[in-house]
């Protein structure tokens, strides 16, 4: 029997149920190989080449795995259609020893019988170019990271990471802060004038002023509204204009990753990784009572608006059936692509037309319904004709000031029967205005002056940093949600309702690094790099070139940004003799051997008080230090070894473990019924709490920590995580 290797085990389900028992299908949950979590993995002086070590408790999955392909007549590998997806299926080929000649690899945009059968049936090899892309990035990306944060981490505090768009993007979200934070309002008065016929033949309408003596108006404070207003009250209202035509408004394009993020954000107030993940459960599959797994949507990782003339044909027909002839278009609708698209996928739709939201209401919970309803109608419309209004504006004018009124009312629905893009519009500009005449005269009911005041740019949303991010270049579809995802879990910004604050830290971040690394914090610089990616998977680059291009200089300010400030002294080290250089640290001035790395000698500057507990990382007697909560405890190594403890700990106290908030140890300690649990040692500046040893790190399922059981094994602390099956995508895959 054949084998068919995917990555996610509801995808597996979704296929082997299409499938029909015909083929073994199993999954890899995600990668099973990627660079060390615990070093850099890439070997800078040969020629940038990774190290690629076998994915944390990835092991079995491999022996099984290569055990069901040794038994397998034929292995497939069907992993996502993208640079990822590609990446993980050439690991599985080396992993699992198949052939590199052999047409392995197959792919397909929607898991329905018949894309499956089809990529059966036109199987290729590993595409060398995308693998190569997608290498090119995972360096640059853990170059970036790796060099950077240590640099953060000693220059501000702790615990803080870069990321090569990460920071570009938290950096956006700094910028418009500071331009809010820099507006100043300016005032202006509006004029409204709400007007009807001599006759009162007709309703009233509102116009707005809008001209003096034939030019654009602005009227800045209140002497002039009053000057205005005195004027209109003097004079007579006559209509010098009507024009009536008829709009129309076409159909918006299917959904690409990104405006799927905005839309669900502005509609459904979903966050971009919440989006993601009921998207992605909508593409692999979700269990159905009674009918085992459904898939309902195509690929959701794409830039691309284009569809299938099948789906096309297939939309086209419901629209016809359902809405009528006047609603489908006679030529199908087709959509560009945004500049620098990759185009590489349909656009995201549902797969079977028949599979409406009413009938996948009874299928799907709330959310997943929510989003599946919102991919279903967009897809729908996007194929619909245009949406007609009549529309109308009157020209009035009284003595040397102009003023107009538009309004319009719907002449055909067009895409609007199913899809909404804005809100509706206001009562008064949903409607017709009277049948005025030009030289018709006009009584003022009522004249009013408002005062108001220009406001800052808005704060970004989800759905407006998504928006920005795609227009600057900067990222693919497959990186924004896990952006966004890491900007919130690190707290370098925090929500005021959908709106995005970023945190102190993230102002500090961003200084230094646009301070050091200009080119890497500039946004065009980081959309540049995007294109040189594209090149690469187009077969016209070497990614050990672009990487070799971009290292050295970056490389340079790194060394500069970590020497920056130090002061060269007269002392010298008592270990080798070479000149001490002063340096500053989190916790003030120390000196570091000038002969580094050959000579890593580091003592405190100032005499320091030495208290009688051990550094529970390396065993020196820690010191008493002043910060701004008071006095606390330092390991005297720093910045070799960074522990810290509360002033006054006792001396039995057994500290195992991590914080996964602050890197502090935590504490061994016992409720009163003699049960074991672990409190940091930074309490009550932080309060963490775990019944399990805390490890120090997080889940990337869902950023609770990962902590260790009795038995030795590690596992995320939130109960009903399925941490160590599949986990989500880094920043930058894709």
Known sequence: MDLIIVESPSKAKTISKYLKGKYRVDASGGHIRDLPQKSLGVAINHNFEPKYVTSPGKEETIKRLAGEAKRADRVYLATDPDREGEAISWHLQNVLNLDAEKENRIEFNEISPSAVTRALEHPRKINNNLVDAQQARRVMDRLVGYKLSPLLNNKIRSGLSAGRVQSVALRLVVEREREIQAFIPQEYWTITAFLQDLEKKYAAFKASLEKFRGKKIKVGNREKADEVLAALAAGEYRVSGVKKSVTKSHAPAPFTTSTLQQDASNKLGMTAPETMLMAQHLYEGVDVEGEGHIAFVTYIRTDSTRVSEEAQKAARNYITERFGAEYCPLKPNYYASKKGAQDAHEAIRPIDMQLTPERAKKMLDKKHYNVYKLIYERFIASQMSEAQYDSMQIEIVNGDYGLKASGKALRFPGFTAIYQETKKEEEEEAKLLPPLDEGSLLTALDVKAEQKFTKPPLRYTDATLVKAMEDKGIGRPSTYASIISVLNKRKYVQKDGKYMIPTEVAYQMTDLLVHYFTDIMDVGFTASMEEKLDEIEDGGKDWHAIVGEFYPPFAEKLRFAGTDGDEMTEILCEKCGHPMVRKTGKYGKYLACSNYPACSNIIGEEEEEISETPCPKCGAMMVIKTGKFGKFLACPNYP?????????????????????????????????????????????????????????AKCPVCGSAIVKTPKGKEKCSKKGCSYRSDGPKEEGNG
Request: glycine residues 12%.
């Open 640 to 696: 070799k070894c960074k522990s810290t403890l509360p002033y006054g700990e006792k001396k039995e106290t057994v500290y195992e473990g991590i914080c996964p908030e602050c890197g502090r140890p935590t504490k061994k300690l016992l409720t009163r019924t003699g049960k074991v649990y672990y409190g940091c040692s930074g309490y009550p500046e932080c309060k963490f709490m775990s019944w399990d040893c805390p490890t120090g």
